[in-house]
């Protein structure tokens, strides 16, 4: 299976797709089309869906209706496509962020540190900057800024200098095992998923600018939703979720959407039992007023 879909129903129901079943839907992050597949299904024959992903191997999992209209570029710049094709009133958009489980699972894009990979890390692999060319060339302070800040790493400075020193012997740090290696000082046994997966959440962040990418989204959708639009989008680390729930919390008091559910909609004891990645996830709901 390429991925998996988190709160696949509840993420759909709050698009309250049934109330505008002929209008323009956007599914901003195709992945392995689950969430595509289920607005398709519940979707008019008038409507229409436009996907966005800027992993090419994600377009492929779209299914073929003529309902739909494939993007392979960054949801970033949402706003941009839809003003550029002259696009009015959107009536629900849908964000699942982060990695796919197919990403984590394909050794050479180097996501993950449970294979010895090249150090990439790229969704799109048609960007210039990857993984290996922040651990090796960035500076000490914007190594230790961007583990701090997005890996919310302990002891930032000191694992920015133990890489930065290590980067230094023989070729540098060019694959996933030689930075676990590098960085074996700083973990055991009991603590390595949890430190590591810190570490590559944070470089994984800055190769794509995950978060400059969400804050343009989420202004993006706010400007091109129509009146009840809905915006549905699910989190998966405390990062993410805290620009959701500011985001959400300024346009209610600029009075341009209000929040649906008062609280994050989280996964069933039954959904996180049969898909470990939704343990993480949370689901806010926002409606254009």
Same mark, same amino acid.
């Given at each position: 299976?390429? $991925?998996?879909s988190v709160?696949l /129903?509840?993420s759909?129901d709050?698009l309250?797709?049934?109330?505008?079943?002929?209008? =323009?839907?956007?599914?901003a992050?195709?992945?392995?089309?689950? $969430?595509?597949?289920?607005?398709?299904?519940?979707l008019? *024959?008038?409507?229409k869906l436009?996907? +966005?992903?800027k992993d090419?191997?994600?377009?492929?999992?779209? *299914?073929?209706?003529?309902?739909?209209?494939?993007? $392979?570029?960054n949801?970033? +710049? @949402?706003?941009?496509?839809? !003003?550029?094709?002259? @696009?009015?009133?959107?009536?629900?958009?849908?964000?699942?962020?982060?990695?796919s489980? $197919?990403? +984590?699972?394909?050794?050479e894009?180097g996501?993950?540190? !449970?294979?010895?990979? !090249?150090?990439?890390?790229r969704?799109?692999?048609l960007?210039s900057?990857?993984?290996?060319?922040?651990?090796?060339e %960035?500076?000490? /302070?914007?190594?230790?800024?961007? @583990?701090r800040? %997005?890996?919310?790493?302990?002891n930032?400075?000191?694992?920015?200098?133990?890489?930065?020193? #290590?980067?230094?012997?023989?070729?540098?740090?060019?694959?996933?095992?030689? =930075?676990?290696e590098?960085?074996?000082?700083? %973990?055991? #046994?009991?603590?390595?998923?949890?430190? =590591?997966?810190?570490?590559?959440q #944070?470089?994984r962040?800055?190769?794509?600018?995950?978060?400059?990418a969400l804050?343009?989204?989420?202004?993006?959708?706010?400007?091109? =939703?129509?009146?009840?639009?809905?915006?549905?989008?699910?989190?998966?680390?405390?990062l993410?979720?805290r620009?959701?729930k &500011?985001?959400i919390r300024d346009?209610?008091?600029? !009075?341009?959407?209000?929040?649906? &559910?008062?609280k *994050?909609?989280? *996964?069933?004891?039954?959904?996180?039992?049969? &898909?470990?990645r939704?343990?993480?996830?949370?689901l806010?709901v926002?409606?254009?007023?």
């Open positions: 299976m390429y $991925h998996k709160l /129903e509840k759909i709050a309250d797709i049934e109330r505008r079943s002929n209008g =323009l839907f956007i599914d992050t195709l992945g392995g089309g689950g $969430h595509t597949k289920e607005i398709l299904r519940r008019g *024959p008038d409507g436009i996907v +966005f992903d090419a191997d994600a377009l492929e999992n779209a *299914p073929e209706d003529s309902r739909l209209v494939k993007v $392979h570029g949801f970033r +710049f @949402l706003e941009n496509y839809v !003003r550029y094709m002259k @696009l009015e009133g959107i009536d629900g958009i849908i964000a699942d962020l982060g990695v489980s $197919h990403q +984590f699972d394909t050794a894009r996501f993950s540190y !449970r294979f010895d990979a !090249r150090l990439d890390m969704m799109n692999t960007s900057l990857n993984a290996e060319t922040v651990v090796n %960035y500076e000490k /302070e914007d190594l230790e800024r961007i @583990l800040e %997005y890996g919310e790493v302990e930032a400075g000191r694992v920015a200098e133990t890489i930065c020193k #290590a980067r230094g012997c023989g070729n540098g740090i060019r694959t996933t095992g030689k =930075l676990c590098a960085l074996s000082s700083f %973990y055991g #046994a009991q603590t390595e998923r949890k430190f =590591l997966g810190k570490v590559f #944070a470089l962040i800055e190769v794509n600018a995950e978060m400059r804050e343009d989204l989420l202004a993006g959708s706010r400007n091109i =939703l129509a009146s009840g639009g809905r915006l549905s989008v699910i989190t998966y680390h405390s993410e979720d620009i959701v &500011n985001f346009c209610k008091s600029d !009075r341009t959407m209000s929040p649906v &559910n008062k *994050p909609i989280l *996964p069933t004891d039954e959904e996180i039992e049969g &898909n470990g939704a343990r993480s996830a949370k806010r926002a409606e254009k007023i």
